[in-house]
């Protein structure tokens, strides 16, 4: 079983960046898919973007493509988020997931959570 521990987060304006990080223990990380959910009040949690293990392969949701970034770094058995352009529609705690190889592009497939971290954009 993978555990993982998020750091990273907080309080930002509008238009800024922040760059979320998530440390992977367990099983083999390098070919686990990868990614990040978020969660905003009253609303279901959504996938934010998805990183496969064999090619790096990446995936995003419509509302954050083009701003936030999803990367990994196998020797550091850590992926992160980059995120630029905040909006306060961004303002969501933020969980990183894993997911056995196959499954890297299938949101609803992804079994192993973070503890979630909160990301606040004020207007």
């Known amino acids: 079983q993978v555990q993982l521990v998020q750091s990273g987060g907080g309080l930002v304006q509008a238009g800024d960046s922040l760059t979320l990080s998530c440390a992977a223990s367990?099983?083999?990380?390098?070919?686990?898919?990868m990614g990040w959910f978020r969660q905003a009040p009253g609303k279901e949690r959504e996938f934010v973007a998805l990183?496969?293990?064999?090619?790096?392969?990446?995936k995003y949701s419509d509302s954050v493509n083009g701003r936030f970034t999803i990367s990994r770094d196998n020797a550091k058995n850590t992926v992160y988020l980059q995120m630029n352009s905040l909006k306060p529609e961004d303002t969501a705690v933020y969980y990183c997931?894993?997911?056995?190889?196959?499954?890297?592009?299938?949101?609803?497939?992804?079994?192993?959570w973070g503890r979630g971290t909160q990301v606040t954009v004020s207007s």
């Open positions: 997931a894993a997911t056995y190889p196959p499954y890297w592009n299938l949101p609803g497939r992804y079994d192993t």
């Open positions: 990183i496969s293990g064999s090619d790096s392969s990446t």
């Open positions: 367990g099983r083999a990380f390098s070919r686990n898919g």
